[in-house]
Structure formats: structure tokens, C-alpha cells
């Protein structure tokens, strides 16, 4: 069905294929591994039928027509959606692309296993299984960066901003703080200071009154003052975050403007820039328009990203283990 992208042709073509081997059981005699046997004769069928012009035309036909459900969807409206994208995007496959990954994901093959099943050398194998991956990641990622893990659309836990769990867009990384202290921080006012998890030690240290006890060289500043309703201290501090997951991210932030960049795991990639004042959706990047703000964003990153073999970003030259 992966192949074929059509039921009834699945159903017609194995149909034959249980016909032949019942009308010449001694074509099963000597098979080491049944399995893989049946896999390539499946598959030479498959390709046959493929490279058929009248099949062609018919698959195309029902390709317009109707949707291939290579899934029982699942209850749960992320995992539904996320199926079939991935039915959708298996389509777009070449169709010797689309059979490694099948034989690969979904049986469970290895890659010398699947050079025998399809008659291909291991090396052509794993060609066809890396280039097939590349593909599916850059056809699901938007819907990745959609999903995000939860249903996000339903609770607008993004507010409208771009991006998702996983994302250094602000919609993946951006959340509110909401604080409460009786006879200290005053009700109902607020501040869009620029801080970071890293900020608390620091923070809560001088609320006790304790700052002494803060630890030395942390990369956290206190807001205290902000939350006393005082002047920041801090205003145009620089902010740096990292990840080597969700394809590779760094993200720098500083006053108005904030730069970011993905895909670090294929390697280097160009600064987005974004003037969070005027465009808190990051729909416009202005990183042409303003090269010295990201080349001092840039210099900044290079002093915070400090290599791992364990986390390590291709982009930035990171060596894995």
C-alpha cells in the first residue's frame, strides 16, 4: 500500500502474487527466509505495476480523488493529524525511497536485509533510507512546529505567537510569570523585563533580603526591583538559549530584537532577526535590513555556545562522540 498508494491495487496485486505461489509451491523451496522472500516478490510486482502507464494514470486519478489512509487514526486529535500527514508525506516518496522506509520503520528490516528483499546492494539501501528521512522531516516539520505536543490550536497556548513546543520562535518559548506575594509585590501590575529561568536564584535570594548568598559566576541576574516596582536593573541584558533536539536551535535576545536560527543539526544556517516591539509574531525578518545588530548578535552567541560531544550542533562545528 505504501508503494502503490491504492487498496484495491494492493488487494488485486497480492492476490496475484498468492495465486502464482499456490499454482508453483516450489518456488518456495530453498527460501532461507520466507519473509523476505515474499517482501521483494511483493515489491517487483509493486514496481511493475508502477511503471505501467495505464496504472499510473489510475493512481493518479484516485490520488485526486480520495485520501490513502495508511493508519487507524487514534483518538487523540494530535496523534490523528500527525498520521495523516505522515500517510501524506510517505506519498510524496519516490516510490524506491517509499519501500526502504517501509521495510525499514515499519517491518522492522535491517538494511541488509531490505538489499536483499529488494535486490539492491546495503550501501544503495541506506541512500535511499537517509534521503527518504530528509524528505519526511522537511515535509512534517510545519506540522510539528504546529502540534507541538499538545492541542494548541484548541487552547491557543501560543496566544497567536509563532512557533511551538520545541520552536525558539516566541510561541515555543516564551511563557508568562505570574507572581504573587502578599505585602510585598503589588497587585495588578506588570513588566516586560527580559529574564530567564536562570534568573530566580538571584531573584529570590534579594527578596530574602539575602543576595550575599547568591552563588558567583551564574548566569542569572536578579528582578527584584522590577517585581518591588522599582527601575530594571537590567533592561538591555542579552538573553542565549541552545538546544541540539527539534533539529538543532540558538536563539539570542536583547532589548527589541531577538535572533534565531534552526536546522543546526545539518549544518551552518543563516540569523533570522526580528523586532519583537513592532512584530511580536516574527512574521517579518529584518536581518538584511540591520547586519551590525546581527553581527553583534552573532559574536555573542559564539562566546556563550560552549561545544558538546554529547549535544553537539553540526552547525556550529560540534564533533558527536
Keep these: 500500500l505504501n508503494l502503490t498508494r491504492n487498496e484495491a491495487d494492493t ?14 509451491p516450489d518456488r518456495m523451496a530453498g527460501v532461507r527466509v520466507p ?9 517487483n510486482l509493486a514496481m511493475d505495476h508502477l511503471r505501467s502507464r495505464n496504472s499510473r494514470d489510475r493512481a493518479h486519478e484516485a490520488a485526486g480523488q480520495a485520501r490513502i489512509d495508511l493508519f487507524n487514526l487514534p483518538a487523540n486529535p494530535d496523534d490523528a493529524a500527525y498520521a495523516e500527514a505522515l500517510s501524506a508525506a510517505l506519498g510524496e516518496l519516490p516510490p524506491d525511497q517509499r519501500a526502504v522506509v517501509h521495510l525499514k520503520l515499519w517491518e522492522g528490516m535491517t538494511l541488509e536485509s531490505i538489499g536483499q528483499t529488494l535486490e539492491i546492494s546495503p550501501n544503495t539501501a541506506a541512500s535511499r533510507y537517509r534521503y527518504g528521512l530528509e524528505k519526511l522531516r522537511l515535509l512534517l516539520r ?32 516564551r ?36 543576595s550575599e548568598a547568591t552563588p558567583k559566576n551564574i548566569d542569572g541576574v536578579s528582578h527584584a526591583n522590577e517585581l518591588l ?12 538559549r541552545e538546544f541540539a533536539g527539534y533539529g538543532g536551535w540558538q536563539g539570542v535576545w536583547h532589548d527589541r530584537f531577538k535572533a534565531v536560527r534552526n536546522n543546526l543539526d545539518k549544518g551552518p544556517q543563516t540569523w533570522e532577526l526580528y523586532d519583537l516591539r513592532e512584530d511580536p ?8 535590513k540591520a547586519r551590525l545588530v546581527v553581527s553583534d548578535f552573532d ?3 559564539n562566546r556563550q555556545h560552549k561545544p558538546s560531544k554529547d549535544f553537539p550542533l553540526k552547525g556550529l562545528g560540534d564533533k558527536a562522540q
Excluded at 11 to 24: G, I, K, N, T
Design 11 to 24: 488487494r488485486d496485486l497480492l492476490q496475484e502474487l498468492f495465486v502464482s505461489l499456490a499454482r508453483h
Design 35 to 43: 519473509r523476505a522472500f515474499l517482501f521483494r516478490l511483493a515489491h
Design 142 to 173: 510545519p506540522l510539528y512546529d504546529q502540534l507541538g505536543g499538545t492541542d494548541t490550536d484548541y487552547f491557543d497556548s501560543a496566544s497567536g505567537l509563532r512557533g511551538r513546543k520545541g520552536s525558539l520562535y516566541e510561541g515555543g518559548i
Design 175 to 210: 511563557v508568562p510569570a505570574i507572581i504573587s506575594w502578599k505585602g510585598r509585590i503589588t497587585a495588578g501590575q506588570s513588566t516586560d523585563t527580559l529574564s530567564g529561568f536562570e534568573d530566580w536564584v538571584p531573584t529570590l535570594l534579594e527578596l530574602l533580603d539575602a
Design 229 to 240: 516596582g522599582k527601575p530594571s536593573k537590567h533592561r538591555k541584558r542579552f538573553l542565549y
Design 281 to 288: 509574531r516574527e512574521l517579518t525578518n529584518v536581518a538584511a
Design 299 to 301: 559574536s555573542y552567541a
